[in-house]
């Protein structure tokens, strides 16, 4: 890798992956440059690889027939994806798009699977990462079913904003780049419901909406709702 690439490629932290596992990984890697509102593989596609966002947001959906489209994750510099159809062999489940201009690695199937073969360490790392993607998202469903939407949203917007901001200490303003199209595909209800609270909340000083941006201003406020 020229000296520019080791520069990006050493830069996010991974919460997931030991500094060991994560540096025999992005030996291999080569960096990819994605715009905004670009795809970086699709629903039915054969896993290239493992992957891991460099800079910008990402965004992970799968879509109805009818055109509805369901987002199940929104990655942060630092968060590795990809790894259940890399391990599964299978084609991906889901869409992965750019929210706005991103930078993304992957590290090509055949050198994650040498990086295995060597290190089962390595292999078991990567299987507790699968299990804890599958407790998330049992967790997601759970909450969409079970509790009220204030409940949901002030726990989505939380959430969020440890994604994206992992030191914020839940003092003073933290900007989330989510639009509240992407709050109403998460929790499974209309645009205008998302709106309508979050107005509320707006007026009562918890939150700032803007197009595709919401500032939290009132952490301890959302965490009482929670």
Same mark, same amino acid.
């Given at each position: 890798?020229?000296?520019?690439?080791?520069?990006?490629?050493?830069?996010?932290?991974?919460?997931?992956?030991?500094?060991?596992?994560?540096?025999?990984?992005?030996?291999?890697?080569?960096?990819?440059?994605?715009?905004?509102? %670009?795809?970086?593989?699709?629903? #039915?596609?054969?896993p290239?690889?493992?992957?891991?966002?460099?800079?910008?947001?990402?965004?992970?959906?799968?879509?109805?027939?009818? @055109?509805?489209?369901?987002?199940?994750?929104?990655?942060?510099? @630092?968060?590795?994806? @990809?790894?259940?159809?890399?391990? #599964?062999?299978?084609?991906?489940? *889901?869409?992965?798009?750019?929210?706005?201009?991103?930078?993304?690695?992957?590290?090509?199937?055949?050198?994650?699977?040498?990086?295995? &073969?060597?290190?089962? &360490?390595?292999?078991?790392e990567?299987?507790r990462?699968?299990?804890?993607?599958?407790?998330?998202?049992?967790?997601?469903?759970?909450?969409?079913?079970?509790?009220p939407?204030?409940?949901?949203?002030?726990?989505?917007?939380?959430? =969020?904003?440890? =994604?994206?901001?992992?030191?914020?200490?839940?003092?003073g303003?933290?900007?989330?780049?989510? %639009?509240?199209e992407?709050?109403?595909?998460?929790?499974?209800?209309?645009?205008?419901?998302?709106?309508?609270?979050?107005? &509320?909340?707006?007026?009562?000083?918890?939150?700032? =909406?803007?197009?595709?941006?919401?500032?939290?201003?009132? *952490?301890?406020?959302l965490?009482?709702?929670?």
């Amino acid at each position: 890798m020229t000296r520019k690439a080791d520069s990006l490629f050493g830069r996010s932290n991974n919460n997931h992956l030991s500094p060991e596992f994560e540096k025999a990984l992005r030996a291999h890697a080569r960096l990819i440059r994605v715009p905004k509102k %670009s795809t970086l593989f699709a629903f #039915g596609a054969r896993p290239e690889g493992l992957y891991c966002v460099e800079s910008g947001i990402m965004r992970l959906s799968v879509t109805a027939s009818n @055109g509805r489209e369901a987002v199940l994750s929104v990655l942060s510099p @630092g968060r590795w994806f @990809g790894e259940a159809s890399l391990l #599964g062999e299978e084609p991906h489940a *889901h869409d992965a798009r750019a929210v706005v201009d991103s930078e993304v690695i992957i590290v090509p199937a055949a050198a994650v699977h040498e990086v295995l &073969d060597h290190r089962p &360490d390595f292999l078991l790392e990567l299987t507790r990462m699968v299990c804890r993607r599958y407790k998330e998202t049992l967790q997601r469903i759970d909450a969409t079913i079970l509790l009220p939407l204030p409940v949901r949203l002030a726990k989505r917007l939380l959430q =969020v904003c440890k =994604v994206q901001h992992p030191h914020y200490a839940g003092t003073g303003q933290a900007l989330l780049r989510l %639009s509240q199209e992407d709050l109403s595909q998460m929790l499974g209800v209309s645009r205008q419901s998302i709106n309508k609270l979050l107005k &509320d909340w707006e007026a009562r000083g918890i939150v700032e =909406v803007q197009y595709g941006k919401i500032t939290l201003l009132d *952490h301890d406020a959302l965490q009482s709702l929670v």
